[in-house]
């Protein structure tokens, strides 16, 4: 993943990834030792509850505001995303002031949020994770987000809970 990028650039990925006080092993081994692609039923279990949803499908049936009702009950806001390839490119981080609103913005593909490939959003604090994966799912990591999720979340959309203790 990081075969591309100068050493500033790989330097400034592992800081980011340290600073993170939930998840550093599980998104450092997805990043730095593999494509950036973080699959919750794989071999890197994490350590706090984490909850993975068919994305594609609650787009499809026109259920986004399910999501929306995630953050709000949760208090999410204003987030950054990171996408592992934007390196590359000499990107960063991308704010998105009011992740709410983003839900609903489209391009010329169709919805922004569920069709950037291995997209990983956090707040300030990065005590949660949500990540939205090529495969059409979205992916809540955090006690409160991933039990928030489960709550507001029809079961037929769930993909799957996961925790390794």
């Not at 350590?47 to 009950?73: G, P, R």
């Not at 949020?113 to 990983?120: D, M, N, Q």
């Not at 495969?135 to 037929?156: C, S």
């Amino acid at each position: 993943m990081l075969a591309g990028l100068n050493e500033t650039q790989k330097n400034e990925i592992c800081e980011f990834i340290d600073g993170m006080p939930i998840l550093p092993n599980v998104i450092r081994d997805a990043v730095i030792c593999g494509n950036g692609y973080w699959y919750p039923i794989g071999e890197n279990v994490p350590e706090v509850k984490t909850v993975a949803y068919y994305l594609d499908q609650i787009y499809k049936e026109n259920l986004v505001d399910l999501i929306k009702d995630v953050f709000e009950k949760v208090g999410i806001g204003s987030a950054f995303g990171y996408h592992p390839y934007w390196f590359e490119k000499q990107k960063r981080w991308i704010d998105i002031p009011d992740l709410k609103i983003f839900l609903y913005e489209k391009d010329e593909e169709g919805w922004k949020f569920p069709w950037i490939c291995e997209e990983y959003y956090f707040d300030k604090s990065r005590s949660w994770i949500i990540y939205v994966s090529h495969e059409g799912t979205i992916t809540f990591a955090g006690d409160t987000l991933a039990k928030t999720a489960d709550e507001v979340i029809p079961t037929r959309f769930k993909l799957g809970t996961f925790h390794s203790s």
